[in-house]
């Protein structure tokens, strides 16, 4: 038989049949937009991390305080607590060839009044070198200068949430803000940065300088972290080594020795970080798929029942010249029929749901064109794979017992 | 004259558990080209079973079965849906149209069913076959919007929609008005004489008497094989119904 033919009768009879059809397509539907929107959902935040981590700056190196060995070790300048301090900071500015930038990260928090009225956020201690490093500009007003951090300067950045929150209307700069207590002076805000993987609003920030803040909020010598950054990607490894070299030297570590200090690159954190996630998105996407296979069973449940429901008609069929292969590719092209219908409903619903999904909810579901095209496919071969035991069982009926078949 | 159905012998037993019904118990049958044959007999006396043996629905457990020169007995399931699709058109005791199915795709069906594409407009084809018999503006309509009898001549244009050589009927006068059933007649002695093989089942002798050649069947046999002597004239037969009415009238 040609193959329009079969269509064609494959297309009448499912559309004789709106309400069953339907309802036979409903588990693929579900299936479908399921695994779809899931693994939307899983790969939208993997690439929310990406980006964030991307938006932290290029060529971004970050130096922790190894915990571990600084515990265990509890000696040296710092007097116990922390590693790194600006002794370091001065060494790297020094012997690392390699870098464009190093600034030191003092995290600090605390109440702010000012402006309208007051609010609580998080105030980190930077050197002027932070912009270039995390490439953040701002938005009005200027960074703070060497001869500020050095001299301890109550002047200060603040984000873009913080201006909103504070100053509605007002133009911040020049104004004065009180952290805890202390006064300081407004000089610039930040560019907005949006949300980073965790959800954190990084907008939500005051920037002071470092020394100031170590000296005048949390009164210690040591500092948190150090963020550099290297001349170019090319650099970055080169630059390691450097960094490496210098905080052994001036940690006075013998060569072999476990560091007390951590150097992280950007992509060992966007690693780190999409773990997790990468996780999230397979456990999701396998449940989904799941249930992609229930709607499989479901079409075979329903096909099965209409091969019964049907029988009269097969035996007309047969009793008109058609083959048994007919017959069965007629079921057959039915239940494919069915479930592409059901899978290509199922892609636009997903779309649908991913749409509504970034309109009303913080999550930003990305649907990647390859999980579609998977799992369309997969929609139809679930209709051969659940289709082909009716179809088979209505090939195989004897004509005549077919016809008598009340 | 060719002969199309040669049958020596056939027997047909149905199984029932353990119970063996012998429907045919040795049927001796020619047939040729041109005839008109009306199977007659008793209920149960095997005149379905003969029917849908010669329509090559069911297979036969002993003896020869010749139907147009090919010895049907070994074929495959194939060749009998080909033979059926070819070679025969078959009008069913009910009808068996397809339900939620208008008048034209039903009599389309066994044209899709062609390997041969003998009709290269299935469509215009199956417009023709309604026009044949009377039904060219009830195309559209589905068989629950149609009446016993427009469904029967649904039926029959299927049947005739492929050119078979040989159209088999059975019963196709049964839920059908007397005049219906005349018309009907008409519509087969037609067909009869452009050249088309007709053998039909009927209980009505009146019935029979439209045919060329009657048979009579009891217990799986041929009791009864003639030549009908009075023969009617269907289209004669109903002028005189309508001449007789008018008659009255005045
Ligand atoms: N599928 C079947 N299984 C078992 N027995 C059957 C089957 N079909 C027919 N029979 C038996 O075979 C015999 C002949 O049946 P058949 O249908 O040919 O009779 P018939 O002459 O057509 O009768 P009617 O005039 O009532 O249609 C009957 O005794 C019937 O019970
Ligand atoms: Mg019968």
Redesign the pocket.
Known sequence: MKWSNLYKIAIKSIMKNKMRSLLTSLGIIIGVSSVIVMVAIGEGSQRRIKESFSSMGTNMLMISPNWRKVQSVSKGASGGRNSLTYDDIEELKISCPSLSGVSAIIKSSGQLIGGTGNWSTSVEGVDPDYFLIRNWDLSSGRIFTKREVESKKKVCIIGKTVADELFQGIDPFGQKLRIRNTPFKIIGVLDSKGQNSWGQDQDDIVLAPSKTVLYRLKGRRDVDRIYVSATSDETMSIAEEEIDTALRKTHKLAPGEDPDFRIRNQSEMVEMASETSKTLTMLLGSIAGVSLLVGGIGIMNIMLVSVTERTREIGIRLSLGARSKDVLMQFLTEAIVLSLTGGAIGIILSFLIAHGLTKFTELVPYINPWVVFSAFTFSGAVGIFFGFYPAKKAANLNP??AL?YE | MNRIIEMSQVKKN???GDVV?K?LQGVDLTIDEGEFVAIM??????????MNIIGCLDNINEGEYVLDSVNVKNLSRNEYADIRNQKIGFVF?GFNLLPRTTALENVELPLLYDRNNRIKHPEIKAKESLDKVGLSDRIDHEPNQLSGGQQQRVAIARALVTEPALLLA??PTRTLDSRTSKEVMALFQELNTQGITIIL?T?ERDIAKYAKRNIV?RD?KIIEDFIVEDRLIATEVLQSVTDGAIHEMV
């Open positions: 005549i017992d008598r | 149905y199984y029932v019904v429907a007999g008793s209920s149960g006396s095997g005149k379905s079973t003969l005791q059975d019963e089942v209980h069947l799986g």
